[in-house]
């Protein structure tokens, strides 16, 4: 082995405690940078890759025939702006049967030739395109059992059954069923009306706002109302990544701290090595190494266990980003999704290079020191660094192996300072975790509206377009009346109050395929979802709507919607945005009164003080049940899977970050000791008991502590304040304040003292040790 | 008379095969003795005074000091004997750098929790005797070593201790600063302390104590009294 190995090989073995904090800190940081990079590849990669292949469409829009020509509709693929167009295409939404006789959901059919142009070229995955009457194309993602090629689809009021030829792919989800134009054209009818789509590429389309502004462009451009809807590309993308991309700002957020978090404990470790380890400098100077072997040395004594740190951090994040790929890969259908080999590569080399540098600058430090300098500094006694601290501290009125220890800090500005930035570092973690806990438990409270009424009474309705709760019983079901289900709610004593609901599918101009929307009858304000802008229902003609649907149609509150089903087509007027990410944020909430074919599904029912959800619930159905009714007490739901991984992740990553920070303070501590190690034999000499001493060095660290827990607390929470809404943006949503205010007075406290509990717990060892150590041996080491 | 020091059997082995670092040794030194402890390096000197300071327990054998049998104490009661019976005098002085003189000699009165005042009167008390009254608020490092070995010395009597240790306390000084310290104990012996003084320096043995031990690869080789203090 050559010599510098001989010295690195020695100092890492010497310095054990250090080196597995370094090990554990570029673990954790390369851990969460893995998993965020992989996430983030996964949430643009291939959308990307083949919206570009595709020359998908930035904005798919919708217009009224009606009001506007199709020589209108050309102008605008010429004007200002707009690099690429292609249309007209004519599309009706329509439910078919498959060869089964099942229904299909709400499809977007539309007319066209053929799939290329100089926008949207789909890609025909299976068989051809249709070339006559009689044939379909169906998105690819249809494809299954059901869907087949050679099978047919059935539509009500066309006799002929459409044959499938193929299978498409449209990555900017222009539509899902394809026909040629003239069959198009046979499916046109008063339930079924039709639109005409163009569809835009823009010179300018990276950003919504940018698209907003194309989208007043066009519709400034046709006759007023003739422009129904838009649909935007970046919303389809964003569906398309909503299962791991709310995920990425937070795991940023985790990667960057543990990024910070391991250069200052790799900085850390090497300049005390450096500091403590003076007069070895000087010894290896003095026999002959080289400023610049000495400089490797040091840099390689950091990277060894940087090395083992960064092999395991891309294991755990492998392992880590597995569950969220998962989702990402549902999300995305049959495409495969693994960490991109490169972020493999990219991420350690880059933890390399910082750990690298992070160690460099005390390591040239200990290049530069002259021999002698060096042996001299390491043999004499301390400067007179912090004296004044002791001599205010002793003044206090507090036993004297307290008021020792807090004055020790001073001695050594620079690592007081780095373990100060653990220690903040650490309560930001804990502080900007425990926020982000909360927010999602309060996602989740805001998402199960239900579990506000104890008690669903379902009427058995499943005439129109009212279709059954989840646990509602069938069978008997028809022949329910809600009216006598609505009466016995009344007539118990226990009855508080109730709303009648359903939900009813429908398609909404500007919005491809069907939508859901919830009907509410009666007072609903206790059911509504959480809003963030507007106000609640209020009766008839009005509408309450996700962000997302606001942003993918363009629209704001004020704005009217049409709404068609089976019973019409009516317009809306949005009144309220809500807190509603169910069905791709695209849920509308209206009054049942609008949809006169539907009746309510359930009575969503709050009961009186004092009364028991199970008895009244039990009470309820005893009546109803012979009528086909039923009635359950709800339980509050424990949150979705992602909600769930996301929780499991955050826990996951803050006690390792928090650790990583007891680290750090254990590592000042440990250096500290070893260097007080003669003041604590005197001590111990002199009579201070184990007691005295560990409380002398916890001393030393709670008020940096308390400092680092002050600092840290108000960083962790505008980190919260910041990264929560771009999450809920990545999710395609604001967020309402219950979900954004989830501090609380006592919780912060909490923290604060949380940032004392880090510095102490991460001292505690070194106290003990230093409690332990005989005063005898310590005082040898003179 | 009463016996401040009690050592009966008493061994020290570091490692279990090889022979002890010292004894098996009895000996017993009477409250008002001053012993001079010499022999070559590695004789067992240090080990010697560590065992009667309790900052490190037999392997064999008792230690009773001050009337306390010290051999079975855990540590918090050995800290606590040491504060309440031990005063401690070492070769490089064990002052805390980051302390004044007066707080280095306040702080094993503060560690018995003795009154802030009670130990500051006490304190001032010690340095007017010993001649450092001037340095007070200076830090240790700005005093000559003879300074320092007194404020040390002052250190080690602030809780009026049964029994004052002294180890090469002349080892670092020069001839004058060692002269000074010699005289200052020959003083504290002759107000009625008791030392016990671990040295190589047959001259300071001679000077200071009553009675001095030899020891030889930690056995005691021979054990002289002397008439009186010359």
């Not at chain 1, 859901?516 to 509408?543: M, T």
């Not at chain 1, 009364?611 to 039990?618: F, H, K, L, Q, W």
Request: hydrophobic share 45%; net charge neutral.
């Amino acid at each position: 082995m050559s010599p510098i190995g001989r010295v690195v090989r020695s100092g890492v073995g010497r310095r054990r405690v250090q080196t597995v904090v370094i090990a554990v800190a570029v673990m954790m940081a390369v851990a969460s940078a893995v998993v965020a990079g992989a996430l983030l590849v996964a949430a643009d990669a291939p959308f990307d890759q083949a919206f570009a292949r595709q020359r998908g469409a930035h904005l798919a829009v919708q217009y009224e025939p009606a009001l506007v020509s199709d020589q209108q509709l050309a102008a605008t693929g010429r004007s200002a702006g707009v690099t690429a167009s292609g249309g007209p295409y004519r599309t009706v939404a329509a439910r078919g049967r498959d060869e089964a006789d099942r229904l299909t959901p709400t499809l977007t059919l539309a007319g066209r030739s053929g799939p290329d142009g100089e926008v949207d070229r789909l890609d025909l995955r299976a068989g051809r395109w249709a070339e006559r009457p009689g044939e379909v194309v169906l998105a690819a993602s249809f494809a299954g059992p059901a869907f087949r090629l050679g099978g047919t689809l059935r539509f009500d009021g066309v006799d002929q059954a459409l044959t499938v030829v193929g299978l498409a792919l449209s990555a900017g989800r222009s539509a899902d069923t394809w026909v040629t134009p003239d069959q198009l054209t046979a499916l046109v009818s008063a339930e079924r009306p039709v639109t005409v789509q163009w569809l835009y590429r823009f010179q300018d389309a990276g950003t919504k706002e940018q698209l907003a502004a194309a989208r007043e462009r066009l519709a400034a451009a046709v006759p007023p109302g003739a422009l129904l809807g838009a649909q935007s590309y970046l919303d389809t993308k964003r569906a398309a990544d909503q299962g791991a991309a709310p995920t990425v700002p937070f795991l940023v957020a985790f990667g960057l701290l543990g990024l910070a978090m391991s250069v200052i404990i790799v900085s850390g470790v090497v300049s005390g090595a450096v500091g403590t380890g003076l007069r070895r400098i000087g010894i290896l100077k003095a026999i002959g190494f080289t400023p610049g072997e000495v400089v490797r040395a040091y840099v390689a004594q950091a990277l060894i266990p940087a090395g083992a740190g960064i092999a395991l951090g891309v294991l755990l994040g492998n392992l880590l980003a597995l569950p969220l790929l998962s989702d990402t890969e549902e999300a995305y259908g049959a495409v495969s999704l693994t960490v991109a080999w490169w972020v493999d590569l990219l991420v350690p080399a880059a933890a390399l290079l910082v750990v690298g540098l992070a160690a460099l600058v005390p390591a040239l430090r200990a290049g530069r020191l002259r021999t002698v300098e060096a042996i001299a500094v390491g043999r004499s006694p301390r400067t007179g660094r912090g004296q004044w601290a002791h001599r205010a501290l002793g003044r206090l009125p507090l036993p004297r192996a307290v008021t020792y220890g807090p004055a020790t800090p001073f001695a050594h500005p620079v690592r007081a300072l780095a373990m100060l930035l653990a220690v903040v570092f650490g309560t930001v973690t804990a502080t900007f975790a425990v926020g982000l806990t909360g927010s999602l438990s309060a996602v989740t409270r805001a998402q199960d509206r239900d579990g506000l009424a104890p008690v669903i009474v379902f009427s058995g309705q499943v005439r129109g377009l009212g279709t059954p709760a989840p646990g509602q019983r069938t069978g008997s079901a028809a022949a329910a009346q809600p009216d006598r289900v609505r009466a016995a709610v009344e007539a118990d004593p226990g009855t508080a109050g109730y709303y009648g609901w359903a939900i009813a599918e429908a398609t909404v101009a500007g919005l491809t395929g069907t939508s859901q929307v919830v009907l509410y009858q009666g007072k609903s304000s206790s059911g509504a979802p959480e809003l963030i802008d507007g106000r609640w229902l209020e009766g008839p003609g009005e509408v309450a709507v996700p962000t997302r649907y606001l942003e993918r149609t363009g629209s704001r509150i004020g704005d009217t919607v049409r709404v068609t089903d089976e019973g019409g087509t009516r317009s809306l007027r949005i009144v309220g945005e809500v807190f509603d990410t169910s069905n791709d944020g695209t849920r509308l909430h209206a009054d049942l009164a609008d949809f006169p074919k539907a009746g309510p599904v359930a009575f969503k029912v709050t009961l009186k003080s004092g009364v028991r959800p199970a008895e009244y619930a039990e009470r309820i159905a005893a009546v109803i049940r012979p009528i086909g009714g039923e009635a359950i007490a709800d339980t509050p739901d424990q949150g979705g899977g992602l909600v769930l991984v996301l929780q499991g992740m955050a826990a996951l990553l803050t006690l390792m970050l928090v650790a990583v920070a007891g680290l750090g303070v254990l590592n000042s501590v440990v250096l500290d000791t070893r260097e007080r190690v003669r003041d604590l034999g005197i001590c111990k000499s002199l009579g201070m008991t184990p007691g005295q001493t560990v409380g002398l060095v916890l001393a030393s660290v709670a008020g940096l502590g308390l400092v680092g827990g002050l600092l840290g607390v108000p960083a962790g929470y505008a980190l919260h304040g910041f990264v929560l809404p771009v999450m809920g943006h990545s999710a395609g949503t604001d967020l309402p304040p219950s979900v954004l205010e989830v501090y609380q007075a006592p919780q912060l406290a909490l923290l604060v003292a949380a940032g004392a509990a880090i510095a102490l717990l991460g001292a505690l060892l070194p106290a003990v040790w230093a409690a332990r150590a005989p005063a005898a041996t310590a005082l040898r080491a003179e | 008379m009463t016996q401040v020091i009690e050592l009966s059997g008493t061994a020290r082995r570091y490692d279990g095969a090889g022979p002890p670092a010292l004894g098996p040794l009895d000996l017993t030194v009477a409250q008002g003795e001053a012993l001079a402890v010499t022999g070559p390096s590695g004789s067992g000197k240090s080990t010697l005074l560590n065992l009667v300071a309790g900052l490190d327990r037999p392997t064999e054998g008792t230690v009773t000091v001050a009337g306390t049998r010290i051999d079975g104490l855990g540590e918090r009661a050995l800290a606590r004997f040491r504060r309440d019976r031990i005063g401690m005098v070492f070769q490089f002085f064990n002052l805390l750098d980051d302390l004044t003189v007066t707080d280095n000699i306040q702080l094993p009165a503060q560690l018995t929790g003795t009154a802030r005042r009670t130990a500051a009167t006490r304190a001032g008390e010690l340095m007017e005797l010993l001649g450092i009254e001037r340095h007070a608020r200076a830090y240790p490092g700005r005093l000559s070593g003879g300074e320092r070995q007194r404020v040390a010395v002052a250190r080690a009597l602030v809780n009026r201790p049964a029994l004052l240790l002294a180890d090469e306390p002349t080892g670092a000084l020069d001839s004058a600063s060692g002269e000074d310290v010699r005289a200052l104990l020959v003083d504290l012996h002759r107000s009625g302390q008791t030392v016990v003084l671990v040295t190589h320096d047959l001259a300071l043995a001679e000077a200071c104590a009553t009675r001095t031990i030899h020891l030889v690869d930690g056995q005691l080789a021979a054990d002289t009294r002397a008439e009186a203090l010359r």
